[in-house]
């Protein structure tokens, strides 16, 4: 009986190891099963969420606005938050760097700081806050947007840490960028020297000065006249087509600048207020009381220093009203000017 009691014993703890044996199998796999699903969940996370269109689009919403930025400020002295006083030019407004109070210099750090601040305001207007990615969940913080001008580009940085989310997937952006060509800082320059020379010539204005500079940095200079009192300079850089405006206010009328000459110096004779048409020749022949080169301050065409023709066909994108001026000098060194309106008409 005894033995039997033994063996009997025996048996049920056999049973009781089986038993252990499995449940500790169980539950190891268990915890490998869970394991290794959570380790392909999170491996198979970033190929899961791709953000290439996403980041393209960003990535031209930048460009966009960058060259949109350029434009604005190029035609506002630099400036987005226009200072006090301006004047109204065509679709917009155009600062006083010259006034007779005082000459305001402009910068192309001021620029920079000024493209970054239309930057960082003005970006969600290309991206609408990301409304047609619909499919997915896209959490912006603020942007911040920083640019450097050298002779040849316009590099911007941006901060602009984005939250991407799809289901269980998630990833983040933060850092953006772009360089894009640029003579801005070419076209600043010249205007700060313009602003300096003015500070030494007071109302005089040296148009072969504005002549030379425009030489020296490969660009053209055109001088408008609005009023009787105030000139919109605007220096353009015809590689890239950008633009540096800035308006001058004199003391005492503009007209007094181009006070006709006596019969016994040299004279321009007078020009009526012209209108040259999109697509169709124009032509005019300028004279003067004696034998003397012309001079053309405009881009619109260039006058033929001899014989003082001026011959273009007008663009649709000339289209609008300017002041051209024109300057003879003869050999003595004497030397007149004259202004007169030209409307491009479609």
């Known amino acids: 009986m005894e033995k039997r009691m033994g063996y009997a014993t025996r048996g049920r703890h056999a049973q009781i190891s089986i038993y252990l044996i ?77 006034t007779p109070e005082k000459q305001r210099k402009p910068s192309v750090d001021g620029f920079a700081q000024q493209l970054g601040m239309y930057i960082t305001q003005t970006l969600s207007n290309c991206t609408k806050h990301f409304a047609n990615f619909t499919e997915l969940n896209i959490e912006e913080q603020p942007l911040l947007a920083t640019a450097i001008f050298t002779a040849e580009t316009i590099e911007v940085q941006i901060e602009y840490p984005l939250t991407i989310k799809k289901g ?51 660009a053209t200079l055109d001088l408008v006249t609005k009023g009787n009192d105030t000139i919109i300079f605007i220096a353009t850089d015809h590689a890239l087509e950008e633009h540096f405006s800035f308006a001058a206010l004199f003391p005492y009328p503009f007209d007094q600048k181009f006070a006709p000459s006596s019969q016994d110096t040299l004279s321009i004779t007078p020009i009526a207020p012209q209108t040259a048409r999109v697509g169709m020749p124009f032509t005019l022949t300028v004279s003067t009381n004696k034998p003397a080169l012309l001079q053309d301050y405009t881009s619109l065409f260039d006058i033929n220093a001899v014989t003082g023709t001026i011959r273009f066909t007008p663009t649709a ?28 008409r479609t």
């Open 168 to 218: 269980n997937t998630q990833k983040e952006l933060r850092t953006w960028g772009t360089v894009l060509p640029s003579h801005i800082f070419n076209l600043v320059s010249m205007a700060d020297n313009i602003v300096t020379l003015q500070q030494t010539q007071g109302s005089t204005l040296c148009l072969s000065c504005f002549a030379n500079l425009a030489e020296e940095y490969n």
């Open 22 to 98: 499995m449940g500790m199998f169980i539950i190891v796999a268990g915890a490998v099963f869970i394991t290794l699903h959570k380790q392909k969940t999170r491996i198979s996370m970033p190929a899961d969420l791709d953000t290439t269109a996403l980041e393209a689009f960003v990535q031209s919403c930048i460009d966009e606005t960058t060259i949109d930025g350029i434009y604005l400020l190029g035609n506002q002295a630099g400036y987005f938050e226009l200072p006090e006083p301006h004047v109204q030019y065509l679709a917009g407004s155009v600062p006083y760097l010259i």
């Open 317 to 344: 994108e000339q289209v609008g009203m300017y002041d051209i001026i024109l300057e003879a000098k003869t050999q003595e060194g004497e030397e007149d000017f004259i202004h007169f309106p030209l409307e491009v």
